[in-house]
């Protein structure tokens, strides 16, 4: 193994022991491609969502941001190729590529004449159906047959360890975005119940007739439920306000 490999890998082992925070150790990698890929100007990573949408990751420069922006706009690209068909894409000269016409005119035209794309793949353990890539892991060059083989095998060792951690993010953001959900939810459902309970003493409803006076108010103002609710127990707040 030659001593570029053992630094790569000992770059790489030491964020998987000691990085805490996964989107930071994404950057880290970022960073460690575009250092340890002889020609690169910028690097960084594609993550494709529960929804299809691709986001981009731990980009080292504006560059990466627009070269990227553009593949997302136009739907074309090496990134997106890489992803969609769980292999490593490289474009050796993007002012003569054929494969994403638009891209590549766009591309070169902001002087990124090389690119290399490879999927990031779930290991065998985190999917156990079938071999699934969740993005892309990327370094662009402003020379043209800036990559070789060598780069392509140096930037598979890097995409091993960043799909694992953007899974982790991935899997992290789902589970706050649910999270959230649950708990304004929940909120909602609390509200809604004290609103009741306010309206069954103070105008001796039955529970379901308070319901109905929040459902009512509700539906002829066009606002949330919990909304009205919420206006229930500020007008209520107060033991001599008005009732509604």
Avoid at 75 to 81: F, I, Q, V, Y
Avoid at 222 to 244: K, N
């Amino acid at each position: 193994m030659t001593g570029e490999l053992r630094a790569v890998f000992a770059r790489v082992s030491g964020l998987l022991l000691t990085e805490q925070v996964a989107g930071s150790a994404i950057a880290k990698i970022a960073r460690a491609a575009l250092e340890g890929i002889p020609g690169s100007v910028g690097a960084g990573a594609t993550l494709i969502n529960a929804q299809g949408q691709p986001i981009s990751r731990a980009s080292t420069n504006v560059l990466v941001e627009e070269a990227d922006q553009l593949q997302y706009d136009l739907g074309e690209g090496p990134c997106l190729s890489a992803w969609a068909g769980a292999m490593t894409v490289r474009v050796d000269d993007s002012r003569i590529e054929t494969r994403w016409p638009q891209w590549s005119r766009a591309s070169a035209q902001v002087s990124l004449l090389s690119c290399l794309s490879v999927p990031l793949l779930l290991p065998p353990e985190q999917n156990l159906q079938r071999t699934e890539a969740i993005g892309a892991l990327k370094v662009y060059s402003d020379q043209a047959h800036a990559f070789d083989a060598h780069s392509e095998h140096l930037l598979e060792l890097l995409s091993a360890p960043a799909a694992v951690m953007l899974a982790n993010v991935q899997a992290h953001e789902s589970a706050a975005q649910l999270s959230d959900i649950l708990k304004d939810s929940l909120h909602s459902r609390s509200v809604i119940d004290m609103a009741k309970g306010v309206l069954m003493e103070r105008q001796n409803l039955d529970e379901r007739a308070a319901l109905r006076v929040l459902t009512t108010r509700s539906r002829e103002e066009g606002v949330p439920l919990s909304d009205v609710a919420l206006s229930v127990l500020d007008r209520h707040a107060e033991p001599d306000h008005e009732r509604p």
